[in-house]
């Protein structure tokens, strides 16, 4: 069965701190990596995927089959960044995109 | 680029009544379309969703329902509202052959 775990519910740090919110995922197949984002007041959109391979915002997640992991990390944590952040997955044979129960970043100035 | 409409975008009412939030897709034709909703502490669940007009797939059991009358519209109903419906609602929609998910704004719906 497909599923995402974000395990942490809030995440806290000081603007200019690393920050690195974590994603597990468990599907049998070979999934689909999403990080999606929902800052304060504005509908949820997406911040990046795994296949593109890109650098949004100055946020990179590499995906680890190993570990099953897409943790999403940026080096220097803004305060604009504060929002939700939710990991979703997508398995290769269909359209259903599964979200874990997301985690909210909080950048302190 | 696709634009989703939802509406009403908050919605109080009692237990027991009835329910139906509309979605509407612009900009794309034959989507596949989604119902999520949002509830606090347990993230974003998918509850239907719909490959085509008529095409509705439930993912969880509940007191909701989910149709599909036109290509681009997509109604989430409840014949009667429990107290556990009340939630963040999104509708999202993806076109055919794309990678990307599109949200729409959402409805926020308290059952009193």
Same mark, same amino acid.
């Given at each position: 069965?497909?599923?995402?775990?974000?395990?942490?519910?809030? @995440?806290?740090?000081?603007?200019?701190?690393?920050?690195?919110l974590?994603?597990?995922?468990?599907?049998?197949?070979?999934?689909?990596?999403f990080?999606y984002?929902?800052?304060?007041?504005?509908?949820?959109?997406?911040l990046?995927?795994?296949i593109?391979?890109?650098?949004?915002?100055?946020?990179?997640a590499?995906l680890?089959k190993?570990?099953?992991?897409?943790?999403?990390?940026?080096?220097?944590?803004q305060?604009?960044?504060?929002?939700?952040?939710?990991?979703?997955?997508?398995?290769?044979?269909?359209?259903? @995109?599964?979200?874990?129960?997301?985690?909210? @970043?909080?950048?302190?100035? | 680029?696709?634009?989703?409409?939802?509406?009403?975008?908050t919605?109080?009412?009692?237990?027991?009544?009835p329910?139906?939030?509309?979605?509407?897709?612009?900009?794309?034709?034959?989507?596949?379309l989604?119902?999520?909703?949002?509830?606090?502490?347990?993230?974003?669940?998918l509850?239907?969703?719909?490959?085509?007009i008529?095409?509705?797939?439930?993912?969880?059991?509940?007191?909701?329902?989910?149709?599909?009358p036109?290509?681009?519209?997509?109604?989430?109903?409840s014949k009667?509202?429990?107290?556990?419906?009340?939630?963040?609602?999104?509708?999202?929609?993806?076109?055919?052959?794309?990678?990307?998910?599109?949200?729409?704004?959402?409805?926020?719906l308290?059952?009193?």
């Open positions: 069965a497909q599923r995402v775990t974000q395990p942490e519910k809030l @995440l806290s740090v000081f603007k200019g701190a690393p920050v690195e974590k994603c597990n995922y468990s599907y049998s197949g070979s999934p689909e990596l990080w984002v929902q800052y304060s007041r504005q509908r949820l959109q997406l990046l995927r795994h593109s391979r890109e650098s949004i915002k100055g946020f990179t590499d680890n190993g570990e099953t992991s897409f943790h999403l990390k940026k080096p220097f944590a305060e604009e960044d504060s929002a939700m952040y939710y990991c979703a997955l997508r398995g290769y044979d269909t359209d259903k @995109l599964i979200f874990g129960t997301g985690t909210r @970043l909080q950048v302190f100035p | 680029s696709q634009t989703i409409h939802q509406w009403p975008a919605l109080v009412q009692p237990v027991g009544s329910l139906s939030l509309e979605c509407t897709v612009e900009g794309t034709s034959n989507p596949n989604y119902w999520y909703r949002q509830a606090a502490g347990r993230g974003l669940q509850l239907f969703y719909s490959v085509g008529g095409q509705i797939s439930s993912e969880v059991p509940q007191n909701l329902s989910a149709s599909r036109q290509d681009r519209q997509f109604i989430l109903s009667k509202l429990l107290l556990s419906d009340s939630g963040f609602y999104l509708c999202a929609c993806k076109q055919g052959s794309g990678n990307t998910i599109y949200f729409g704004e959402g409805s926020w308290t059952v009193v």
